[in-house]
């Protein structure tokens, strides 16, 4: 399990660089979103190419995000692989 936590817009900028060099394609689906009063989720389906292998990859996940005095407080991803 690979658990990273990111705090600040130049560690965002790397984490989302890093990630574009991985995939030559990534497209997220069945996107749907769950709202409560201090917290909402998204649940999603993602299609990826490795770069490096061409390999397809799917997986389903959940963000979830909280808010504190109106701004993004935290985001968490969690992501499973399926087999299409």
């Known amino acids: 399990m690979l658990t990273r936590s990111l705090a600040g ?3 965002i900028r790397e984490h989302l660089a890093e990630r574009k060099a991985l995939f030559s ?3 997220f689906h069945e996107v749907a979103y769950h709202h409560a009063p201090d917290m909402t989720f998204m649940t999603f389906r993602v299609s990826e190419t490795v770069r490096a292998t061409g390999e397809q990859r799917e997986q389903r996940g959940v963000e979830s995000y909280t808010f504190r005095n109106g701004r993004l ?3 968490d991803v969690y992501r499973k ?3 299409v």
Do not use: E, G, W
Request: aromatic share 0%; proline share 17%; glycine share 0%.
């Open 9 to 11: 817009p130049a560690a």
């Open 25 to 27: 394609a990534q497209r």
């Open 73 to 75: 407080a935290t985001k």
């Open 81 to 83: 692989p399926i087999m």
